[in-house]
Nanobody, 126 residues
Framework: QVQLVESGGGLVQAGGSLRLSCAAS????????MGWFRQAPGNEREFVSA????????YYADSVKGRCTISRDNAKNTVILEMNSLKPEDTAVYYC???????????????????WGQGTQVTVSS
């Protein structure tokens, strides 16, 4: 069992930045691929970004590409999502996720991820 705890959400003005963190409670953190999803009220949970187990490959949804950077620190069991130039449409609950294996096809799907955090709220005001 892997427990994931997100932090760093909050209220920010449009154009601002936030840094989301996800701490994982597993000694095998370096074997997990990590991801971020988000869910706005009334919407499906959608893929935001992912990073492979080594940190050598990063993936982004078109909606955040160029504005977000995902990274990980395997020594600290942490994955980070840096978000810049935030827009009101980025408002959502952001969830951290973990899985041992993914493909380009499965990583954008909620069903492709095994473990989930409880989420952290991000609100961007206009």
């Amino acid at each position: 069992q892997v427990q994931l705890v997100e932090s760093g959400g909050g209220l920010v003005q449009a154009g601002g930045s936030l840094r989301l963190s996800c701490a994982a409670s597993t000694r095998a953190f370096s074997t997990y691929n990590m991801g971020w999803f988000r869910q706005a009220p009334g919407n499906e949970r959608e893929f935001v970004s992912a990073i492979n187990w080594s940190g050598g490959s990063q993936y982004y949804a078109d909606s955040v590409k160029g504005r977000c950077t995902i990274s990980r620190d395997n020594a600290k069991n942490t994955v980070i999502l840096e978000m810049n130039s935030l827009k009101p449409e980025d408002t959502a609950v952001y969830y951290c996720a973990a899985t041992t294996a993914f493909t380009r096809a499965t990583m954008t799907s909620r069903s492709g991820w095994r473990y989930w955090g409880q989420g952290t709220q991000v609100t961007v005001s206009s």
